[in-house]
């Protein structure tokens, strides 16, 4: 008997050795758990909170407090699993010893007896292999975990770790990817279909094997009412349920242009955007954004209509559609098909602006006194550049010359001739300075200027021309609205303005590009209903073509061109191209939005009066030039 007492001593004193050993090998790595840091899943959403887009990598995780988790799940998930998770600390040791009875007969492990909290161990710090060694880990981390956290808190770590299936980290994803529910509004059938996925994830999965994925929830189902936890009623409605099974992507990009943007934007801040469980808010309206794919391709199909030869390699386009008051960009599209070129043409492809830069010249005119009836020479000349020892002959579109134009319409008809010889009289070197200081990049310091000769990306020209529908206020584009981190932390970010002239002057630019629409370049631009105004804007050889135009409350910026910048096919200028790209966005965008504001708002400050025939604008820094006699005695006219 002594040496029987002696033995068992021994044994006890062994395994309580091997216990401190492994205990003392593996105890930090229980930490991983401890302090739970999971990679979690960053979400982009439009204005209205609609779902853009999952950013993550390799696990799509989103994380659920254990306060968002319904008893009826957690009751669920013990029932199946483990059903004495609240009475031991980490360990089963009955259920241990059944385990190894059958592990003995089998002369194999084929039975584990895994507690949640071992469960929760295995998938995170171990190996899945089933070896004695694993298991002595695993049941020692366990106990180490218990020792360390509630469990609530192993809860809550367990079901935002583990996976269940399709690409689904934590029962979160899970709920809203299978089912496009937040964990409180699962049925009972619902939570059952989720809390059995862990054990065979990719067995059960529901949009594979759906009969398989019921019949393990019926089981779970049956053990709720077997332990008494659910009643004979909820038992045969679980029974009869058979859940809608959503089979989607992970990302569930639904507009890559403008996640691309926001990646690239936002990855240099934050180094652990892809990890960091972010939300990012923007003022992408997903609908709009459809809508301006729709009008992009639209435009698209009528060149090849046009011209069944066109190259379909390298033609394409963009469309950026803004909120001119705020800059908060609505829509972005950076090409007609992203999976055949990722390029964001709206962000990324410097393009000549063309005609479409002439606005803002004449508005420094109008800035410096000039009316929009002064006269303007349409005349040809002949430029000499010295450093390269060769002449420049610019010519009106048109191959004709109109003499002496008025101001407005220089741009109504978009005169290159006229616009050069005004540069000319105001001087480069004072517009120059002046145009920079509004913000404008990459200006050549020369008479070309006038004719948008530079690069500028559709989103940033659109930054520009939300000075006419703002009455002379610059407005940044804005796409990123706010951000919430993990803790619940927002950063906001505001809308950059800077004013670059008055009211007054700017409306006088305004209505010109109201009479560009009614009557000049982009009359295809025209839509029922709603004043419209813009500019149309052609390079050389039909290279690019833009139409930049706006309604009293939104801006839409237009372009097409080859990504080589050789010329399209002949006569597809701004007006033929954008101009209607233009007109079916803002057509559809009125059904979307019927109670949008149908006419612009005329400053205090503006006059009108009935000149040379027809009603002309004013202000008292741009005073109408002396009428011809023939109108001199409609003065009455006069109209404030």
């Not at 689904?168 to 994803?173: F, M, P, R, S």
């Not at 048109?398 to 978009?414: F, M």
């Not at 703002?470 to 619940?488: S, T």
């Not at 839409?556 to 061109?561: D, F, I, R, S």
């Given at each position: 008997?002594?040496?029987?007492?002696?033995?068992?001593?021994?044994?006890?004193?062994?395994?309580?050795?091997?216990?401190?050993?492994?205990?003392?090998?593996?105890?930090?790595?229980?930490?991983?758990?401890?302090?739970?840091?999971?990679?979690?899943?960053?979400?982009?959403?439009?204005?209205?909170?609609?779902?853009?887009?999952?950013?993550?990598?390799?696990?799509?995780?989103?994380?659920?407090?254990?306060?968002?988790?319904?008893?009826?799940?957690?009751?669920?998930?013990?029932?199946?699993?483990?059903?004495?998770?609240?009475?031991?600390?980490?360990?089963?040791?009955?259920?241990?010893?059944?385990?190894?009875?059958?592990?003995?007969?089998?002369?194999?492990?084929?039975?584990?007896?895994?507690?949640?909290?071992?469960?929760?161990?295995?998938?995170?710090?171990?190996?899945?292999?089933?070896?004695?060694?694993?298991?002595?880990?695993?049941?020692?981390?366990a106990f180490k975990i218990e020792s360390e956290l509630g469990k609530e808190e192993i809860l809550e770590r367990y079901l935002n770790h583990v996976y269940f299936g399709h690409g689904y980290y934590?029962?979160?994803?899970?709920?809203?990817?299978?089912?496009?529910?937040?964990?409180?509004?699962?049925?009972?059938?619902?939570?059952?279909?989720?809390?059995?996925?862990?054990?065979?994830?990719?067995?059960?999965?529901?949009?594979?094997?759906i009969d398989l994925s019921l019949s393990r929830a019926n089981r779970v189902l049956f053990r709720l009412f077997s332990l008494g936890w659910i009643g004979e009623e909820s038992y045969a409605k679980?029974?009869?349920?058979?859940?809608?099974?959503?089979?989607?992507?992970?990302?569930?990009?639904?507009?890559?242009?403008?996640?691309?943007?926001?990646?690239?934007?936002?990855?240099?801040?934050?180094?652990?955007?892809?990890?960091?469980?972010?939300?990012?808010?923007?003022?992408?309206?997903?609908?709009?954004?459809?809508?301006?794919?729709?009008?992009?391709?639209?435009?698209?199909?009528?060149?090849?209509?046009?011209?069944?030869?066109?190259?379909?390699?390298?033609?394409?386009?963009?469309?950026?559609?803004?909120?001119?008051?705020?800059?908060?960009?609505?829509?972005?599209?950076?090409?007609?098909?992203?999976?055949?070129?990722?390029?964001?043409?709206?962000?990324?492809?410097?393009?000549?602006?063309?005609?479409?830069?002439?606005?803002?010249?004449?508005?420094?005119?109008?800035?410096?006194?000039?009316?929009?009836?002064?006269?303007?020479?349409?005349?040809?000349?002949?430029?000499?550049?010295?450093?390269?020892?060769?002449?420049?002959?610019?010519?009106?579109?048109?191959?004709?010359?109109?003499?002496?134009?008025?101001?407005?319409?220089?741009?109504?008809?978009?005169?290159?001739?006229?616009?050069?010889?005004?540069?000319?009289?105001?001087?480069?070197?004072?517009?120059?300075?002046?145009?920079?200081?509004?913000?404008?990049?990459?200006?050549?310091?020369?008479?070309?200027?006038?004719?948008?000769?530079?690069?500028?990306?559709?989103?940033?020209?659109?930054?520009?021309?939300?000075?006419?529908?703002?009455?002379?206020?610059?407005?940044?584009p804005l796409l990123i609205k706010k951000i919430v981190n993990r803790f619940d932390d927002v950063t906001l970010f505001e809308t950059v303005k800077k004013r670059v002239t008055s009211p007054e002057?700017?409306?006088?630019?305004?209505?010109?590009?109201?009479?560009?629409?009614?009557?000049?370049?982009?009359?295809?631009?025209?839509?029922?209903?709603?004043?419209?105004?813009?500019?149309?804007?052609?390079?050389?050889?039909?290279?690019?073509?833009?139409?930049?135009?706006?309604?009293?409350?939104?801006?839409?910026?237009?372009?097409?061109?080859?990504?080589?910048?050789?010329?399209?096919?002949?006569?597809?200028?701004?007006?033929?191209?954008?101009?209607?790209?233009?007109?079916?966005?803002?057509?559809?965008?009125?059904?979307?939005?019927?109670?949008?504001?149908?006419?612009?708002?005329?400053?205090?400050?503006?006059?009108?009066?009935?000149?040379?025939?027809?009603?002309?604008?004013?202000?008292?820094?741009?005073?109408?030039?002396?009428?011809?006699?023939?109108?001199?005695?409609?003065?009455?006219?006069?109209?404030?």
């Amino acid at each position: 008997m002594k040496y029987i007492i002696t033995l068992l001593f021994v044994i006890l004193f062994a395994l309580f050795g091997g216990f401190l050993y492994v205990y003392s090998q593996v105890r930090f790595d229980a930490y991983q758990i401890i302090d739970y840091k999971p990679k979690l899943t960053t979400q982009i959403f439009d204005k209205n909170d609609v779902l853009i887009a999952n950013i993550f990598e390799q696990e799509h995780r989103l994380y659920a407090s254990y306060s968002e988790i319904p008893p009826k799940l957690i009751e669920a998930l013990i029932a199946i699993e483990d059903t004495s998770f609240f009475e031991h600390e980490g360990i089963n040791v009955e259920a241990i010893f059944r385990a190894i009875i059958k592990d003995i007969k089998a002369m194999k492990l084929v039975e584990g007896a895994s507690t949640i909290t071992q469960q929760l161990v295995k998938n995170t710090i171990l190996s899945r292999e089933k070896t004695f060694m694993r298991k002595i880990n695993e049941m020692v981390l366990a106990f180490k975990i218990e020792s360390e956290l509630g469990k609530e808190e192993i809860l809550e770590r367990y079901l935002n770790h583990v996976y269940f299936g399709h690409g689904y980290y934590g029962i979160k994803t899970a709920a809203k990817g299978y089912f496009h529910k937040d964990l409180n509004a699962l049925s009972l059938k619902e939570i059952s279909m989720l809390v059995g996925l862990p054990k065979a994830p990719s067995a059960y999965d529901p949009t594979r094997n759906i009969d398989l994925s019921l019949s393990r929830a019926n089981r779970v189902l049956f053990r709720l009412f077997s332990l008494g936890w659910i009643g004979e009623e909820s038992y045969a409605k679980g029974l009869r349920e058979t859940p809608i099974v959503y089979d989607e992507t992970l990302t569930q990009n639904k507009a890559p242009y403008v996640v691309d943007e926001v990646i690239k934007t936002l990855t240099p801040r934050y180094e652990d955007f892809k990890t960091g469980g972010y939300k990012i808010f923007l003022s992408i309206d997903l609908e709009l954004q459809n809508l301006a794919k729709d009008a992009l391709k639209i435009g698209y199909a009528a060149i090849f209509t046009r011209h069944p030869d066109a190259n379909a390699t390298l033609l394409n386009g963009a469309l950026v559609a803004l909120d001119p008051q705020n800059g908060a960009v609505l829509a972005m599209v950076g090409g007609v098909d992203y999976e055949k070129s990722k390029f964001n043409r709206a962000t990324q492809s410097k393009r000549q602006p063309g005609s479409s830069f002439k606005p803002f010249i004449y508005q420094k005119a109008l800035d410096l006194g000039y009316s929009t009836m002064s006269l303007i020479p349409d005349i040809s000349r002949i430029y000499t550049d010295t450093t390269k020892e060769e002449d420049w002959k610019p010519r009106n579109y048109e191959e004709n010359y109109e003499g002496l134009i008025t101001l407005k319409d220089a741009v109504v008809h978009s005169r290159n001739l006229a616009t050069i010889n005004l540069l000319s009289t105001l001087g480069i070197d004072s517009i120059y300075k002046e145009l920079k200081k509004d913000g404008f990049k990459d200006l050549p310091y020369d008479l070309p200027m006038a004719l948008g000769s530079f690069g500028i990306s559709p989103l940033e020209l659109s930054g520009f021309y939300s000075i006419f529908p703002n009455y002379g206020v610059k407005v940044e584009p804005l796409l990123i609205k706010k951000i919430v981190n993990r803790f619940d932390d927002v950063t906001l970010f505001e809308t950059v303005k800077k004013r670059v002239t008055s009211p007054e002057q700017t409306y006088l630019m305004l209505d010109i590009l109201k009479n560009v629409v009614l009557r000049g370049t982009g009359r295809s631009a025209r839509v029922a209903g709603i004043e419209v105004a813009g500019k149309t804007g052609t390079t050389n050889n039909n290279i690019d073509a833009w139409f930049c135009g706006f309604t009293p409350q939104i801006e839409v910026l237009v372009w097409y061109g080859h990504d080589n910048n050789t010329p399209m096919q002949k006569y597809e200028t701004g007006g033929r191209v954008a101009g209607p790209a233009f007109n079916y966005f803002v057509t559809q965008y009125l059904k979307k939005y019927p109670q949008t504001k149908r006419t612009f708002d005329k400053p205090e400050g503006v006059f009108s009066k009935i000149y040379n025939g027809s009603n002309e604008y004013f202000t008292k820094d741009s005073p109408l030039p002396r009428a011809s006699a023939s109108s001199e005695n409609q003065e009455s006219g006069l109209i404030f």
